[in-house]
C-alpha cells in the first residue's frame, strides 16, 4: 500500500468516527504512518484528568472500517479497550 494523502485523509475520517462512535467528550487525536500499519494517538479526559494513549492499528484497518461494520466492530472494542475511562459516557465518569 502506497503513502498518499487520500490515504492520510481516509485514515484520519475513519479515526474521527470510531472515537465519536464512542461518545468521547473532549479529546484530540492524531494518525501517523508506521512501516507496519498505522499509530493512532488520542489525547482525551478522563476520571484522573487528560491522559495519552497510543493505538497500534493495522494498515488496512482503518479503511476496512468505513465500509465494513465488522471491521468497525472490531476498531470500536479495541480503542474502548485501551483508551478506558475516557470511553465512558460523561455521566459514568464522575
Known amino acids: 500500500m502506497e503513502w498518499t ?7 484520519r475520517d475513519a479515526t474521527e468516527r470510531v472515537l465519536d462512535e464512542l461518545g468521547l467528550g473532549n479529546y484530540l ?4 504512518p508506521r512501516d507496519d ?4 494517538k488520542v489525547e482525551c479526559q478522563g476520571r484522573e ?3 495519552v494513549t497510543r493505538v497500534a492499528v493495522e494498515r488496512e484497518a482503518l479503511e476496512r472500517s468505513l465500509h465494513d ?4 466492530a ?3 472494542a479495541t480503542f474502548r479497550d485501551r483508551i478506558g ?3 465512558l459516557p460523561q455521566r459514568e465518569q464522575r
Open 74 to 76: 472490531h476498531l470500536l
Open 5 to 11: 494523502i487520500r490515504t492520510f485523509v481516509q485514515a
Open 49 to 51: 484528568g487528560w491522559k
Open 85 to 87: 475511562d475516557c470511553a
Open 37 to 40: 500499519g498505522w499509530e493512532v
Open 69 to 72: 461494520g465488522a471491521a468497525r
Open 29 to 32: 487525536f492524531d494518525v501517523e
